[in-house]
């Protein structure tokens, strides 16, 4: 029977109980593999419940760097009994299986190459705790895969000395649960995996982290000062990261105050409500949440939309409608995040794909919310946010100055005869503002939420609201400017393809297969909304475009025909909403199958 035979190229995938506390040892079993220096991107598949039911954590090695998720397993560490018919049946074949022997089972495939490692029977040897038994045995898998792999041990012993610096009674158990994975596997299984880990220099200027982790570092690096948030998954971790930095990096060496305002609301109305009133008193603040917390929140966009109050709001998707599937990801959120609230609104939208830009578009965020005095939402997703990747390493000039807009002194109010707060000086959409307290005697500070003129009054004379109306959209044709320009990659071919946020790993893979097939696309990543000249320019040149997005109804194929007057019958859309990061064998798939059916794919190749 043929083995797989790969260095440094693979996909192993974790099978275990929700609680079993496994998550923590496949994690470091990525992080060895990265100190390696090979590319890695593992994805945590867990259930909504607290436990009990199955969890998987996939890592793909990849020294290629295609670090999307890739379809097909080429070993899998089947522990749940639960899901063991389908785990082994997602194997390549040729591939390995490695499961507890400590109880016989069979599987069903003559293909694969079993691997029995009796690891409830190791651990009752070695420890006498029934709960450290469960979680050493997760421990010893990872030693047995350092053996197997050629990973060196020393890069999984350095973790965790790191881990439990300081605790040595923690240190000594654990490593002597890997010595017994390592060397049980040197004793059985020599030369039997051909599945290999070689040392390389691939991550040379890497890191190995997440989305929500370097949002909430982002935020403090942006000056952001106050977080009221409401806990939903899977945006939590970014309100927890920020808090964790903030406790390194602003807390006053001397008095050991905190020079930060963490607040966790009674619900998301509330959240926003109080980010907006903190940005409103002259601070940097923000929240988090996913769709049911836009929801939620809508009402309070529109009026720091009207009101033009800026706030920062991360939006890290899930699956939906509903409570829909809180632990799977989709890019369901791009119509709803777009007009959020009621009446006409348009928001800001920023749209990242990967850590690195998940902390450089945070420090963005409330530059672009305090210049244009409106809500900045990072629509980022769960699969970008809460899965770690091999990413650039985080770059910050400390001479960078933080924009904070057009906002008067109690100097430039004592020389202005009459201030109106919602004038339109400079013809680009955007008035002055004051912070509260600013001037003794006018009142710069005032907002209105409700229809006003351009001195904050309240009017109701609809000539005037429509006027101030046409000036915050002058704004937002400002903002079109100020965000992040897409990212083109053209060769001036007639089919392009137009993707966005999560869905960027696995598009940069599926050009590539494409082209190895003769058709090659030009293509165009989207990072903001309201669109820049560019995106329509990009659409305008090209006969055919494809739009790849993880949603069923094609949300931003659809904000494109309506922002841009675009006609629907040269957009033809790839969608996917299985809750699963889409994959590059996936897009290639339904690429091919569209142009083979409609006869385009000998015209690309004869060009």
Not at 23 to 31: D, R, T
Not at 105 to 112: C, N, P, S, Y
Not at 165 to 185: D, M, Q, S, T, W
Not at 338 to 367: Q, R, W
Request: with cysteine; hydrophobic share 40%.
């Amino acid at each position: 029977m043929n083995k797989i035979n790969s260095v440094n190229e693979f996909v192993i995938k974790f099978a275990n109980v929700n609680g079993s506390g496994s998550a923590s040892a496949n994690q470091m079993f990525a992080k060895g593999v990265f100190r390696m220096g090979i590319p890695v991107s593992p994805k945590n598949i867990f259930p909504s419940n607290i436990q009990g039911l199955p969890t998987w954590f996939e890592v793909r090695v990849t020294a290629k760097g295609y670090l999307g998720r890739r379809e097909g397993v080429d070993i899998s560490v089947a522990m749940n009994p639960q899901s063991y018919s389908e785990d082994i049946s997602e194997i390549n074949k040729g591939g390995y299986l490695i499961y507890d022997s400590s109880w016989k089972r069979e599987f069903g495939r003559d293909d694969i190459h079993v691997i029995g490692i009796p690891l409830t029977q190791l651990c009752v040897k070695e420890f006498s705790n029934p709960k450290l038994r469960l979680l050493f045995k997760n421990i010893v898998y990872v030693g047995a895969l350092s053996y197997l792999l050629n990973i060196d041990k020393k890069v999984y012993i350095d973790l965790l000395s790191e881990k439990f610096r300081g605790k040595e009674k923690l240190i000594i158990p654990n490593v002597k649960a890997l010595e017994i994975g390592f060397n049980y596997a040197k004793e059985n299984f020599k030369d039997l995996c051909k599945i290999k880990v070689k040392k390389i220099n691939k991550t040379k200027g890497m890191i190995l982290t997440n989305g929500n982790d370097a949002a909430g570092l982002g935020c403090v690096y942006a000056g952001a000062t106050v977080c009221a948030w409401y806990p939903i998954t899977p945006s939590t971790s970014v309100a927890e990261a920020f808090t964790k930095y903030c406790q390194k990096l602003r807390v006053d060496k001397k008095s050991e105050k905190n020079k930060f305002a963490i607040v966790q609301a009674e619900d998301e109305l509330a959240a926003i409500g109080m980010a907006i009133g903190a940005n409103w008193n002259g601070s940097r603040a923000f929240t988090a949440t996913s769709g049911p917390g836009i929801s939620l929140m809508s009402e309070f966009l529109g009026l720091a939309y009207f009101a033009e109050v800026p706030v920062v709001l991360f939006d890290i998707q899930r699956g939906g409608p509903s409570t829909g599937m809180p632990t799977r990801t989709q890019q369901s959120d791009i119509l709803l995040c777009a007009y959020a609230s009621h009446g006409d609104t348009k928001h800001v939208i920023l749209i990242p794909s990967n850590p690195t830009e998940c902390f450089e578009f945070s420090v963005m965020a409330f530059d672009l919310a305090d210049r244009l005095q409106t809500p900045v939402i990072v629509l980022s997703d769960l699969d970008i946010g809460m899965n770690d990747f091999s990413t650039k390493e985080f770059n910050w000039d400390d001479k960078y100055s933080y924009d904070r807009g057009k906002v008067l002194s109690k100097k430039d109010l004592d020389e202005i005869e009459s201030f109106g707060r919602y004038l339109d000086v400079d013809g680009d959409g955007i008035p002055y503002r004051t912070y509260p307290g600013t001037h003794p005697e006018k009142g710069a500070f005032f907002t209105r939420g409700s229809s006003h003129d351009e001195y904050a009054v309240y009017t109701e004379d609809g000539k005037v609201n429509a006027r101030n109306m046409k000036r915050i959209l002058k704004k937002h044709k400002t903002a079109s400017k100020l965000i992040p320009k897409p990212i083109i990659k053209s060769s001036n071919n007639s089919i392009g393809v137009i993707y966005f946020g999560g869905s960027d790993y696995s598009m940069i893979e599926a050009l590539d297969i494409l082209e190895k097939d003769g058709i090659i696309l030009d293509s165009m990543r989207i990072r903001g909304f309201p669109f820049g000249i560019e995106v329509n320019d990009f659409i305008i040149n090209h006969d055919l475009i494809f739009v790849v997005e993880q949603n069923r109804d094609a949300q931003m194929k659809k904000l494109i025909i309506a922002e841009l007057n675009v006609s629907p019958e040269k957009m033809i859309s790839i969608l996917c909403f299985d809750g699963m990061p889409i994959t590059a064998n996936f897009i290639d798939k339904e690429i091919q199958s569209y142009l083979a059916e409609k006869k385009v794919k000998e015209l690309i190749r004869e060009k």
